[in-house]
C-alpha cells in the first residue's frame, strides 16, 4: 500500500510516498480503508522531536517516540474510512462500516489502510458528513473537551478562549457553548466571522485590542494555542478563576504546585484522558447540529510535505485534511 514514511526527525522534506506491506489485523483490530487524514501539531511536533519547545521537552518527545529515531514510519492520528476486514474478536465494527476516529501516538493514519483496536478512540461516522468533514473531528476537539471539563462550565459561567480559529480554538467555542457558558473570542480579523458563526457571544480583535488591558474579567481563561502565560492572564482572571493552557513545561510545573481554596489557578489534565466516550459525545453533537470541524484546506496524500509546511506556519484556520485515494 501506499503510505507517507519519516525515518529520522527533522522539517517536513523527511516525508516520503514509498511502497509499504499493508498491515494485518490482530483479533481484537480492524483493517481500515482511509479516506481522509490530517496534517495536524501531534503530526508536526512529533516529526522534529519537538525541537522547538527546548531541549528537555525534545527529550520527553524521543522517549515516546524513539530516542534515536521515529519508532512509527507513519504519522497522521486522524482518521475516517471504511471498515475493510475485522479481526475475529470484533464485535462493534462490520466489514464496510464507516468510521472515523484517533489513532493519538499510535499514528499511521497517512497511508491507504491502518490497523486500530476496535476499543479505541473510533466510531461510526456521524450521519450525513463526508469523509473529510469527519477526519478532523478528533485532534482538536478532543484537546479542546480535555481541557474544558477541567473547569466545569454551565450557564453563567465566563470563558475567555484565546487562538479561537484554530484546530482546539474553533472546537473549544463550539464546546463552551454547547456546555452554555459565555463565551469571548479572541482572534485575528480575517477570523473573526467564523469565530462568531461558531456560536461566541461576542469577539475580540487581538491585532485591535489587548484583552489584558479592557478591565474584563472571566471565571476561565483558555488559551487554545499556547500564546499566553498566567502571569499575564492574572487580572483579567475573577476570583478562583481557572487558566487552562494546551501546552508549556511552564504551566505544567504551575499546574502542579499547591494552591488553596478561591486561589487563581492554572489547570492541566496530567495524563490527559481521551476515550471512545468523547468520540461518540462528538458523534452526537454533529448529529444534533451543534459541532462541525472547521476545514481550512485540503491535499491529496501526494502533497503531505507541502501541506506540513502550511500547518506550520501557526497560521491554519482549524485543520488541514489530506485526501487519500
Ligand atoms: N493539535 C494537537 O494535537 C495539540 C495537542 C496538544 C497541544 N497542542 C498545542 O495546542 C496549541 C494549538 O494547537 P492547534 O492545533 O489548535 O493550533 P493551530 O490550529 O495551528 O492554530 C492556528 C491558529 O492560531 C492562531 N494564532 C497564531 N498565532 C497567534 C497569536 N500570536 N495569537 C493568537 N492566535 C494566534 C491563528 O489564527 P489568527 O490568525 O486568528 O490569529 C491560527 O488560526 C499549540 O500550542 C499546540 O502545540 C496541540
Known amino acids: 500500500m501506499k503510505a507517507v514514511v519519516y525515518d529520522r526527525y527533522g522539517p517536513p522534506e523527511v516525508q516520503r510516498i514509498e511502497d509499504v506491506e499493508r498491515p494485518a489485523p490482530r483479533d481484537d483490530e480492524v483493517l481500515v480503508k482511509i479516506h481522509a487524514t490530517t496534517v495536524n501539531r501531534l503530526d508536526v511536533h512529533t516529526r522534529e522531536a519537538n525541537r522547538g519547545s527546548g531541549l528537555a521537552v525534545s527529550f520527553l518527545s524521543r522517549l515516546v517516540s524513539g530516542v534515536r529515531g521515529p519508532r512509527r514510519r507513519i504519522l497522521g492520528s486522524e482518521f475516517a474510512g471504511e471498515v475493510e476486514a475485522a479481526g475475529p474478536a470484533v464485535t462493534e465494527f462490520a466489514v464496510g462500516d464507516r468510521v472515523f476516529g484517533n489513532s493519538g501516538f499510535g499514528f499511521g493514519a497517512h497511508a491507504e489502510f491502518m490497523c486500530i483496536r476496535e476499543t479505541a478512540r473510533m466510531a461510526h461516522m456521524p450521519a450525513g458528513i463526508s469523509f473529510e468533514e469527519a477526519a478532523p473531528v478528533t485532534d482538536g476537539a478532543l484537546n479542546a473537551l480535555t481541557c474544558l471539563?477541567?473547569?466545569?462550565?454551565?450557564?453563567?459561567?465566563?470563558?475567555?478562549?484565546?487562538?479561537?480559529?484554530?484546530?482546539?480554538?474553533?472546537?473549544?467555542?463550539?464546546?463552551?457553548?454547547?456546555?452554555?457558558a459565555d463565551v469571548t473570542a479572541v482572534c485575528s480579523t480575517k477570523n473573526l466571522e467564523l469565530v462568531k458563526s461558531l456560536g461566541a457571544d461576542r469577539v475580540i480583535d487581538y491585532t485591535k485590542e489587548d484583552f489584558t488591558a479592557n478591565g474584563q474579567t472571566y471565571d476561565v481563561i483558555f488559551d487554545a494555542v499556547g500564546k499566553l502565560s498566567f502571569l499575564r492572564c492574572r487580572d483579567s482572571l475573577k476570583p478562583a478563576g481557572i487558566y487552562l493552557p494546551t501546552d508549556g513545561f511552564g504551566n505544567l510545573m504551575r499546574a502542579l504546585w499547591p494552591s488553596r481554596p478561591g486561589d487563581k489557578k492554572v489547570v492541566f489534565q496530567i495524563p490527559p484522558r481521551q476515550t471512545k466516550q468523547d468520540v461518540l459525545f462528538l458523534k452526537g453533537l454533529i448529529e444534533s447540529g451543534q459541532f462541525r470541524a472547521v476545514i481550512d484546506r485540503r491535499y491529496p496524500l501526494e502533497d503531505v510535505v507541502e501541506a506540513t509546511r502550511y500547518v506550520e506556519t501557526e497560521q491554519k484556520t482549524g485543520n488541514v485534511v489530506l485526501t487519500v485515494i
Open 149 to 180: 471539563r477541567q473547569a466545569d462550565l454551565h450557564q453563567g459561567r465566563t470563558i475567555l478562549i484565546y487562538g479561537a480559529s484554530g484546530a482546539i480554538g474553533t472546537a473549544g467555542v463550539q464546546l463552551a457553548r454547547h456546555f452554555g
